[in-house]
């Protein structure tokens, strides 16, 4: 046996399940809203319909549909009342716009280390973070897995601090059995081209405050409040609605959730199976997870026992037919629009890298050389299909003695 990498037969030639899944459902929802000719956000029913299903699902008393997962965050940040300066801790083990939707409403970005064994952010450095210009925590549930929210919903009440959770990777995900978005005052989701729930492009906010709510929703069209209630003065607004064409694939891909999480964690634990044999690849730790979303299947490499860099790993398993990602191979705070501050007309400073990376050590490991995950789509196939990727992990693991021969 050889690693095809070398030369050797590859473990799978096929092409996994392509994203997204789509039928004659999304084909019929598309069409009828043409042909109504109702193609924006208060002139049709498919979004009311799409945001009461959603709410529902998450526990929630409402949901607005805004057109990015980063607009989200936005609306939510400025509905809960942030101000030029405030600062909000984020993990910095996460996508850029958990970032720049902070600095897109004025206020200061703060990278917190994550756990070593979740990748979420970790409660124990959490507390050291806040300053006197500390006024929101913003969680994120990475890879679908929920943040550990209890002890960072301890620390936020005690000073005072509101909790808004980005659930961009999390759609349906549980934490002790409590919905992802229902636990801070609002929750955010994404409906991005590769999310679990996709419409191309498109968002969520998730709350159980009708006054927040109510906030988001006038922010997101130009001030007018629901139903031309007087609700005060709201912050800056403009328009952030999302239309009927887009809620329409939203609803049908909503459907399909429920049956595509079923088998997306049956081969999740197929592969925790076969990865428990292989001491240098560990998947991301859930104690505390009653569902996982599993937008990715994220685990950590540990070089060290197979000899060689994750990027030869990664290279030897996309040879074998498994494309593995190394993950986000940089912590927020080394991303060079936060290292240069290059933040056009908005107030936060640029990011100390040297002062971040000595806060988080796990951050850093995980970017530089441990962290690495499989898109859901290679979870969406049959059983004989997840044991296809255990193998591969298997004969590399079996072979890592020859992964030195493979050039970068």
Request: aromatic share 6%; with cysteine; charged share 20%.
């Amino acid at each position: 046996m050889k690693l095809a990498v070398l030369g050797g037969e590859p473990v799978r030639t096929k092409p996994f399940v392509k994203w997204p899944i789509h039928g004659i459902e999304e084909e019929t929802a598309v069409l009828r809203v043409v042909r109504s000719g109702n193609w924006g956000r208060y002139v049709g029913e498919e979004t009311l319909a799409f945001e009461a299903r959603f709410a529902e699902m998450h526990g929630c008393r409402r949901a607005l549909a805004v057109p990015s997962g980063t607009v989200a965050l936005k609306v939510a940040l400025l509905a809960a009342g942030i101000r030029s300066g405030d600062e909000v801790l984020i993990p910095a083990y996460t996508f850029l716009a958990t970032g720049t939707a902070v600095i897109e409403v004025n206020a200061t970005p703060v990278p917190v280390d994550v756990d070593p064994l979740s990748y979420t952010m970790d409660p124990n450095v959490l507390e050291a973070a806040v300053t006197e210009r500390t006024r929101f925590i913003m969680p994120v549930h990475i890879a679908g897995l929920p943040a550990d929210m209890d002890p960072i919903l301890a620390i936020a009440k005690r000073h005072n601090l509101t909790v808004i959770e980005d659930a961009c990777q999390a759609h349906g995900a549980r934490y002790k059995d409590r919905s992802v978005g229902s636990m801070g005052v609002m929750g955010c989701f994404s409906m991005q081209g590769s999310k679990n729930v996709n419409s191309g492009e498109g968002g969520v906010i998730v709350t159980n405050d009708a006054d927040l709510a109510d906030r988001c929703e006038a922010i997101h069209n130009c001030g007018r409040a629901p139903d031309g209630r007087d609700i005060g003065p709201t912050p800056v607004n403009t328009n952030y609605r999302i239309t009927e064409l887009q809620s329409a694939l939203a609803n049908c891909q909503l459907s399909r959730l429920e049956e595509q999480g079923a088998i997306r964690r049956r081969n999740a634990a197929q592969l925790d199976t076969a990865l428990a044999e292989i001491p240098g690849l560990n998947p991301q730790a859930r104690d505390h997870c009653t569902r996982h979303a599993y937008h990715l299947y994220s685990f950590r490499y540990d070089a060290e026992a197979f000899g060689v860099s994750r990027s030869v790993f990664a290279r030897a398993m996309h040879a074998e037919g498994i494309p593995v990602a190394e993950g986000y191979t940089q912590p927020i705070y080394r991303l060079p629009m936060f290292v240069r501050g290059d933040f056009g007309p908005y107030q936060a400073p640029a990011m100390d890298v040297q002062a971040c990376a000595a806060r988080c050590p796990v951050s850093e490991r995980a970017c530089a050389s441990e962290g690495a995950w499989l898109f859901h789509s290679l979870l969406l196939g049959t059983e004989t299909d997840t044991q296809d990727i255990a193998d591969a992990f298997r004969k590399v693991w079996e072979l890592r003695g020859s992964l030195r021969e493979v050039t970068t």
